[in-house]
């Protein structure tokens, strides 16, 4: 069950005027209540310790009044099942990379589930410190985002040929998309309402793979297992402009990473919601000028009628910066939800 009104309004595309609000990336480092626990804890203790993970969680929901909260975690937790030696400097950094010897280690998929439970814990803690109005959503990381990052080619463009690569292909499918699947199985059973799948650098893949290949194997082993229960995010997403892709793929939603464009599919979407896409930079500018942008993203959508608009998340089209001005994320939720009333 959805608990936020306007988030069951938009996954399930009954027209409404004011969208729900809530932002990837909403519990972080632009904002002062985490700076605060990061100075006593380090990023991973605040992942894994679910009392510090749900407080995290907690925080944007009571000093913004997001219409939705986010598991605090991180996509590459699974890789650590596969021997992969991860540290946060802020950021991820690897001692090493994943081999086909990953593999030959890792018994089954059941033990990096198991190795997650502390997701499960700090869903259920988020879930009792939220008010019923609100929804608590989970996410993972998508398979080829997972690999990417794993096997060190994150950065690389056009991979082509990854049908012949039986490392990639039995990664993939025979160890990340089944533990891919026992998470999402494990979140929604905590608590989560919808799970994300953050996909961002699936975007590498040839887009008659993406298609042809890829994104059916996901269907078939999650999207079907999980009907209406998961969200996708892909940069530059090759299904994203098929108004019938919620529905092909029984997807709750996706996520349009464009900073323009939103407003001329959204009409034309025939199931689910699609979420953005206020561009997240903005979010840094100076009053004057944020608010400038915030009338113009507004009149866009206003010009929209409440049935064109249905399906609606509005959220930004990535994740907020660490820079992001606290008092523009306040501005930007409460001018929207006056804008629209």
């Keep these: 069950m959805i608990k936020n009104k306007r988030f069951s309004n938009a996954i399930n595309k009954v027209p409404q005027k004011v969208p729900p609000i809530w932002f990837m990336r909403q519990a972080g480092r632009y904002h002062s209540h985490y700076q605060g626990l990061r100075k006593k804890h380090s990023f991973v203790e605040l992942c894994k310790e679910p009392e510090l993970a749900a407080e995290v969680a907690m925080g944007p929901i009571n000093d913004f009044d997001y219409d939705v909260a986010i598991l605090f975690s991180d996509i590459l937790f699974p890789l650590e099942s596969l021997g992969l030696r991860l ?9 090493n990379l994943l081999t086909p010897d990953s593999l030959k280690n890792l018994d089954s998929s059941d033990k990096i589930v198991d190795d997650m439970n502390f997701q499960s814990k700090a869903l259920s803690i988020t879930r009792d410190a939220l008010s019923e109005s609100k929804s608590l959503v989970g996410f993972v990381g998508g398979p080829w985002t997972l690999l990417s990052y794993g096997t060190g080619i994150k950065n690389e463009t056009n991979i082509d040929d990854l049908h012949k690569n039986e490392f990639y292909e039995k990664l993939l499918y025979d160890t990340l998309i089944p533990a891919l699947y026992q998470i999402i199985e494990m979140q929604l059973k905590s608590s989560a309402e919808i799970v994300y799948m953050f996909d961002t650098n699936a975007s590498q ?4 793979y993406f298609i042809g290949k890829y994104i059916e194997e996901i269907k078939q082993s999650i999207f079907s297992a999980f009907p209406n229960q998961v969200a996708y995010f892909c940069k530059e997403n090759p299904i994203l402009n098929n108004p019938k892709s919620n529905l092909k793929y029984q ?30 930079k903005n979010l840094l500018l100076p009053e004057k000028e944020f608010q400038f942008e915030v009338d113009n993203f507004i009149k866009i959508f206003r010009n929209l009628s409440d049935s064109e608009r249905s399906g609606w998340v509005c959220s930004l089209s990535h994740g907020v910066l660490p820079k992001a001005r606290e008092d523009n994320v306040r501005y930007f939720i409460e001018k929207v939800r006056s804008g629209f009333r």
């Design 87 to 95: 540290d946060y400097k802020p950021g991820p950094t690897f001692e």
């Design 205 to 208: 893949l040839q887009s008659n």
């Design 251 to 280: 997807l709750a939603g996706m996520v349009y990473g464009e900073n323009k464009g939103l407003e001329t599919i959204l009409p034309k979407l025939e199931s689910g919601f699609l979420q953005g896409n206020f561009d997240p």
